[in-house]
């Protein structure tokens, strides 16, 4: 694994690393996006907001085990949703559409791995190997907009392909060849080819306070839950954050299942920024990449049928850039597991103008 700056905390909890190998890339994005000007913020329509999202297990745990990283670009425009998507969010009697609407694209990849990735055979008490490469798009509607209050919620409609086709074996062992590190030997053994597909919902209510000095403090809940024969689950949870500007932007992303977040925030030619902290947990009624195939035989293990992440982190933005690094803490998902699952995720986000 390459090197680079630890940070301790207490033992038994999460361990962040940042590696000379991301540096020059991070520097050079947000040296390119803060050339642009600030945009006012009636002027966000005519432009959109990017983002990148990496979760990596190397910056949690330090190995790569379980849960062993994600990828995922995002595109979001406060222009008028595609009729399509619209009319899926007004056929669904929970989904409110209000006042502020807006549209998501993604696309991204997810890679998990059994602890042992050393061994070429298969090791029927551990995770399968896995791969996830999808698509997605999401709409997003803001419904309540008060002073010390703001309610929204995003219906997600993902379509992807689970197995050899997602490529996720290629790509990890093609980067371990690229940073010279030991290749992981058990990708035969991974889950086979199947399509699939994942409708979300998620609602979130927001509650702002002024503690002085120019800070405020949000509670924010939410109401999470997915269908589908990758992910089936229901859950909920609650982020806190403390700092300047909250108003301004709604939370980092995070890649499902995690924790509520979008590319927006609100351009701002002062600097904002936020600690942040929370807590989400899942009843786990399917998980593909746990229970296996759902239209073939295939590798599986037990999974737990209740799951709790914990995500502690910062978030600064400036003009047109925001920049969140995170840790993640995830209870162990399956009968049998060593240990918990740590992993740690770096968002860009940025506006860009049309």
Same mark, same amino acid.
């Given at each position: ?31 390119? +996006?803060?050339?642009? @000007? ?10 959109? &907001? ?13 190995? %790569?085990? &379980? ?26 009697? &929970? &989904? ?17 791995? =059994?602890? %042992? ?19 997605? @798009? ?22 992807? +392909? ?57 509670? @924010? =809940? ?28 709604? @939370? ?9 977040? +979008? ?6 030619? /002062? ?35 209740? +799951? ?24 162990? /998902?399956?009968?049998?597991?060593? /240990? ?15």
């Amino acid at each position: 694994m390459t090197q680079g700056i630890i940070i301790k905390l207490p033992k038994g909890f999460f361990k962040f690393r940042t590696t000379y190998l991301l540096t020059p890339f991070f520097c050079g994005l947000v040296f390119l +996006v803060q050339a642009e @000007a600030a945009t006012p913020p009636e002027e966000l329509k005519r432009g959109g &907001f990017f983002s990148i999202q990496f979760e990596n297990d190397l910056w949690g745990s330090g190995d %790569d085990q &379980f849960y062993s990283h994600g990828t995922e670009l995002s595109y979001l425009s406060l222009k008028e949703p595609p009729g399509w998507l619209t009319r899926v969010g007004q056929g669904l009697p &929970f &989904f409110h559409i209000g006042d502020v609407n807006a549209v998501q694209y993604s696309v991204g990849q997810k890679i998990f791995t =059994p602890q %042992d990735t050393k061994r070429r055979s298969l090791i029927t008490d551990d995770r399968p190997y896995a791969g996830w490469l999808y698509g997605s @798009a999401n709409l997003l509607s803001r419904y309540v907009d008060e002073p010390n209050l703001q309610v929204g919620n995003i219906l997600g409609l993902t379509v992807g +392909v689970v197995g050899p086709s997602s490529h996720a074996g290629d790509i990890q062992k093609g980067f371990h060849d690229l940073i010279g590190v030991d290749k992981p030997n058990g990708w035969d053994n991974q889950l086979n080819d199947e399509l699939g597909i994942l409708l979300t919902y998620t609602r979130r209510w927001q509650y702002f306070q002024k503690v002085g000095w120019g800070l405020e403090f949000e509670t @924010a =809940p939410h109401l999470v839950g997915a269908l589908g024969n990758v992910y089936t689950y229901a859950g909920g949870g609650m982020m806190l954050r403390l700092g300047k500007g909250l108003r301004k932007d709604i @939370a980092p992303p995070n890649i499902r299942p995690g924790f509520p977040g +979008v590319p927006y925030f609100r351009t701002s030619q /002062e600097t904002n920024w936020y600690f942040f902290a929370g807590v989400e947990g899942r009843a786990m009624a399917r998980n593909i990449f746990l229970d296996g195939n759902t239209f073939s035989d295939s590798h599986s293990v037990d999974k737990k049928p209740l +799951v709790a992440d914990v995500q502690f982190g910062f978030a600064f933005h400036f003009e047109n850039v925001r920049l969140a690094i995170s840790n993640i803490w995830r209870s162990k /998902e399956f009968k049998g597991q060593d /240990e918990n699952v740590q992993f740690g995720a770096i968002n860009l986000s940025f506006f860009v103008p049309y």
